[in-house]
């Protein structure tokens, strides 16, 4: 049985693992850490338990496509609900809206509470849902380094329609021109963070994610988003994937111009191909040192960071819903700051993410379990202590004043995430959430293929490759690199 070694086990080195597996490779996955998932783990503490990383589940299509794969029900393994209420939208004003699932419901909403008609919104996600229909095909389910992609039929039907993808207009363009409230325009823009970008750089192509959450779905897995991780290891596991923790891959060996396996722990393994699930940019200077670096790929920038507050909170908020928004006044500031200045904002937007509102056991009786995100830019050696109290007391006090209770009171638990930390913990350069940002047109075509152009036998998947990051895009790099293997 021909060998293949997986470098890294992240949601995409995961899925990798599994459908060569399945095409009936003999498959070994070496991972650092020693558990699995890398950013979609988990923490536990005092009672409580937070999802590490991501929180929002989109396209579970592509999880359950796994399962099914391996001849397997999902059912068994992953079971998932989806959601009527998307997020609660707060601002400094009093102003609060709920993002309902429903197109039509969550419209209406915004009509009520924005007075902007009904009917802007649903059109503005039909358009969302047809450039996606046009961009999936194209961008997020094929190579884009393959001559074919650019030849079939959804290629020319994306030519025909460049001009309506928004290429050419930024996101926030796009959305002033379209929508005249601010509150609107800063929802909307919102989305620009999905995968880790600036809304005042990042073009209008993006304004397809809006499509997945209200027209095709936000989700939350029965036993959280870990679970995700936690039951794909154990699918592979089941059809005879073999997962070394603790087992840090140092190089890529490579003799006679082929790669011929890994040294990991000193100890030399062959294999009949690698895929690396390691960031790209770590994957070349650490692992393939001696080898040429695509350096235009490998530097260009990264996407936004995250500081993470934990919290264990010893009270139930009944205005609180499983995914909030609180967001800033000045949104452009928070987005200079980010990617100019390279700092944080003193008024920050602030996400926090409440499983034990779905899944009770997440917290003690009477508590909740919050997971309160801070969008930061990459780590380039910033003063990171000084930034994370400075954005603790920040926080704090702004959610306090909405919230009207003394929230340092009710912090029952604590633990807190940083760029750094997110660098050592996976690898990531810079700490950077999604790979390279999308803060530029070109963006899409500066990340690095799913295969090497320089060995055959060496592949690449996860959020710092094609089609980038976020759960449902690192494993489609699965996809795309299993569909090449094949070839
Ligand atoms: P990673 O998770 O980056 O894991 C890489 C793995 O490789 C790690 O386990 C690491 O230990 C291992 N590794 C690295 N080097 C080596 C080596 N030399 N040898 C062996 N093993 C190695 N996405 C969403 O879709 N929705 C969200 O709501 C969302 N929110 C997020 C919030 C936060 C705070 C974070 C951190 C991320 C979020 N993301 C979200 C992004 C999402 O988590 C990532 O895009 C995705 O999980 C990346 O998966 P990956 O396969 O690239 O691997």
Redesign the pocket.
């Known amino acids: 049985m021909k060998k293949v070694i997986i ?7 995961i899925a990798s693992a599994i459908r060569l597996r399945v095409k009936g490779y003999e498959v070994t996955v ?4 020693d558990y ?5 783990s988990q923490i536990e503490g005092k009672g409580y338990r937070f999802d ?7 396209l579970p299509n592509l999880v359950e496509e796994l399962f099914m794969l391996a001849n397997k029900k999902p059912d068994k393994y992953f079971k998932y609900n989806r959601l009527d209420e998307i997020c609660k939208y707060f601002w400094d004003d009093n102003t609060q809206l709920t993002a309902w699932a429903e197109p039509v419901k969550f419209a209406q909403e915004i009509e009520n509470k924005l007075g902007v008609p009904r009917e802007k919104i649903i059109h503005f996600l039909k358009k969302s849902g047809k450039n996606y229909s046009i961009l999936d095909k194209l961008f997020l389910q094929k190579s884009l380094h393959k001559l074919s992609t650019w030849l079939g039929f959804d290629a020319l039907r994306g030519y025909s329609n460049i001009p309506n993808l928004g290429l050419f207009k930024t996101m926030n363009e796009e959305n002033e021109a379209y929508f005249i409230n601010q509150k609107l325009i800063q929802l909307f823009n919102r989305y620009a963070t999905y995968n880790g970008s600036d809304p005042y750089q990042t073009p209008a192509t993006l304004n397809v994610i809006p499509h997945l959450e209200y027209n095709l779905g936000a989700f939350f897995p029965e036993k959280g988003m870990f679970s995700i991780t936690d039951s794909l290891v154990k699918l592979a596991q089941d059809i005879g994937v073999n997962f070394q923790f603790k ?4 190089i890529i060996i490579v003799e006679n111009k082929k790669v011929v396996g890994v040294e990991v722990n000193g100890i030399r393994f062959l294999a009949d191909i690698v895929v690396s ?3 790209i940019s ?1 994957t070349y200077r ?2 393939l040192p001696n080898e040429r670096q695509p350096e235009k790929l490998l530097s260009q920038p990264k996407s936004s960071s ?1 500081i ?1 507050f934990y919290w264990g909170i010893k009270k139930e908020f009944s205005e609180l819903g499983l995914h909030n928004i609180f967001f800033s006044e000045d949104y452009k500031h928070e987005f200079e700051k980010i990617f100019n200045e390279k700092t944080v904002s003193d008024d920050p937007t602030i996400y926090i993410n409440i499983t034990s509102k779905h899944k009770a056991d997440d917290a003690p009786q009477g508590c909740e379990n919050w997971f309160v ?1 801070i969008n930061v830019p990459p780590n380039e050696g910033q003063n990171w202590e000084e930034l994370i109290n400075k954005t603790r007391e920040n926080v704090l006090r702004k959610l306090s004043k909405i919230l009207k209770q003394n929230l340092i009171e009710l912090i029952d638990y604590e633990q807190v ?1 940083d760029p750094r930390i ?1 660098e050592t ?4 350069s810079q700490g950077a ?2 790979g390279n940002s999308s803060n530029n047109k070109y963006a899409a075509f500066l990340r690095h293929a799913n295969f090497s152009s320089n060995f055959e036998n060496l592949f690449f ?4 490759v094609h089609p980038g ?6 494993l489609s790099s699965a996809k795309i690199m299993s569909d090449l293997v094949r070839k």
């Open positions: 470098i890294g086990s992240g949601i995409a080195g070496f991972e650092a850490n699995a998932g890398g950013k979609l590490a990383g991501p929180s929002l589940f989109t087992s840090k891959a140092e699930n390691m960031d770590a650490k692992l995250g993470v995100l995430l997110i913990r996976t690898s990531s959430l999604y998947v996860g959020g710092s990051g976020g759960i449902p895009l690192a």
